[in-house]
């Protein structure tokens, strides 16, 4: 009967050094991941994709998943920014509104498309010696111009590709509020890679028929005087022309180099970005103008009058 009096408080002391057991745990975590919105999650980073998301195993064993846009910081405890250079959820400065700003998208060929860059990919490939690290971007489809991409105000990576060809990646464009135009030009290299695959063509055929033609050469007898006084000795004497081998050979080899770099160069491109501006609308509310100087620059003029 003694004992049963005492158990109560043996579970409650259990319960205690639990739960003290737990928060010790949570406070000697590795890892921390502050969020934008005030709040910190302690435990051990599973997964940190650089511009996407983040993902972190708590004390209990739970995991929490948090985009990478909602995250302050991810990273080592120790590392962890004092909480003075946080900004707190009331501090923080407010999120751009995309919906004040207003970008059109042009281009100087029909079909072409928007991206912007989304994040990084990382691949382990194998080099003669040793593994290498080659990293590549992914991007995130827009628009086709001409159009209206939402974008907020800010810094952004773009890039831009037509049909059947990879994005190009253009210096980054700082899109400003309000209303404004994107132009794009884009310089197709694809008749320098055309001309190059023929010029290949072209040298290899070239280059095989010199071989060829000096190979086979040239034939002629050599005759020799007999010792007993007969007919003269005759041999026929074939000769390659080293002149056209050497010729077919260099024709091949500079054709095929010269064609490998005209194929490989890729195409350019460039983004500008300018204020949309508005022209005003004149109408004949002014003072009329007569004679000369009713025309403009171009030598027209149009006044209305109400």
Sequence with gaps: ?????????????????????????????????????????????????????????LADGSRRHYAAS????????????????????????????????????????????????SGTVEATVYARNGLATALG??????????????LAPGQHTLAV????RRPIEVPPVVVPPGASTL????????GVRVAGALLGLGSLVGGTVLIVLGAIGTTHQECEASFVGGEPFCLDRHEIDATLLVTGVALTVVGTVASFAMMSVGDHAALRI?????RPLRTGLGPKREGADALGASGLGLSLAF
Aim: contains cysteine; glycine residues 6%; hydrophobic residues 45%.
């Design 1 to 57: 009967m003694r004992a049963l009096r005492f158990l109560p408080a043996a579970l409650v002391a259990s319960a205690i050094l639990c739960f003290a057991a737990s928060a010790g745990a949570a406070d000697t975590a590795p890892d921390v991941v502050l969020l934008k919105n005030g709040g910190m999650v302690r435990g051990a980073i599973q997964e940190l994709v650089p511009g996407q998301s983040v993902e972190i195993i």
């Design 70 to 117: 909602d995250v302050e910081y991810a990273g080592a405890a120790e590392r962890m920014p004092a909480a003075s250079a946080r900004p707190t959820p009331s501090a923080a400065a407010p999120a751009p509104d995309a919906s004040a700003t207003r970008l059109r998208f042009e281009a100087d060929v029909p079909d072409l498309r928007l991206h912007e860059r």
């Design 137 to 150: 971007a992914t991007y995130t489809d827009l628009c086709s111009a001409p159009c209206e991409p939402t």
């Design 274 to 278: 300018a204020p949309m501006t508005l």
């Design 183 to 190: 132009k794009a030009v884009y310089d197709s290299r694809a």
């Design 161 to 164: 590709s037509i049909p059947g």
